[in-house]
T-cell receptor, first 114, second 112 residues
Framework: GAVVSQHPSRVICKSGTSVKIECRSL??????MFWYRQFPKKSLMLMAT?????????EQGVEKDKFLINHASLTLSTLTVTSAHPEDSSFYIC??????????FGSGTRLTVV | KNEVEQSPQNLTAQEGEFITINCSYS?????LHWLQQHPGGGIVSLFM???GKKKHGRLIATINIQEKHSSLHITASHPRDSAVYIC??????????????FGKGTHLIIQP
């Protein structure tokens, strides 16, 4: 139980375009979704916390206009990277906290901006 | 600032060896997690600990809250255990944030 499905797993896009990453909770309701970014050989870094039906909370240094987060339902949260730049190339992963279970993670999205 | 330090950063061992990975953190926490990240990037939660010890199959996790230290042990290691093992903590009173703070991970390779 407590599965988060993340898509796409890999995406290559051109500079200046936008990319949307989706995370769906399959068998539970995710009122809160965490979005992380991971650079090679580095720790996962929290980018933002999304709450269903309200604005996301962004960590210091994360541009909210560049990384748009939408959490319109209890089963879907999306991260859109707008006007992608090669420096946005990274591994993005979502996670939800499940009461009594802990945290469950999506499978991650490897974004390459060319 | 909460820091999570793991050691070793890299570990190569022979199949069958007993493996220990250590994690130290600097602030009070409500829970500590051990995670496994495979080469493709997907992350699996192995343990959530707030005290004592937990065992699942060949994996054992312990935590000492007073010393702010946790260990992950793998008995009878196997090549399929090769992965990055990540320690993550949920700080107490994290200003409303429920997100985890992660260590950099321990890259484990088990050779046949």
């Amino acid at each position: 139980g407590a599965v988060v499905s993340q898509h796409p797993s890999r995406v290559i896009c051109k500079s200046g375009t936008s990319v949307k990453i989706e995370c769906r909770s399959l068998d539970f309701q995710a009122t809160t979704m965490f979005w992380y970014r991971q650079f090679p050989k580095k720790s996962l870094m929290l980018m933002a916390t999304s709450n269903e039906g309200s604005k996301a909370t962004y960590e210091q240094g994360v541009e909210k206009d560049k990384f748009l987060i939408n959490h319109a339902s209890l089963t879907l949260s999306t991260l859109t990277v707008t006007s992608a730049h090669p420096e946005d190339s990274s591994f993005y992963i979502c996670s939800a906290r499940v009461t009594g279970y802990g945290y469950t993670f999506g499978s991650g999205t490897r974004l390459t901006v060319v | 600032k909460n820091e999570v330090e793991q050691s070793p950063q890299n570990l190569t061992a022979q199949e069958g060896e007993f493996i220990t990975i250590n994690c130290s953190y600097s602030v009070g926490i409500s829970a500590l997690h051990w995670l496994q990240q495979h080469p493709g990037g997907g992350i699996v939660s192995l343990f959530m600990l707030s005290s004592g010890k937990k065992k699942h199959g060949r994996l054992i996790a312990t935590i000492n809250i007073q010393e702010k230290h946790s260990s992950l042990h793998i008995t009878a290691s196997h090549p399929r255990d090769s992965a990055v093992y990540i320690c993550a903590v949920r700080p107490l009173g994290g200003g409303g944030a429920d997100g985890l703070t992660f260590g950099k991970g321990t890259h484990l390779i088990i050779q046949p």
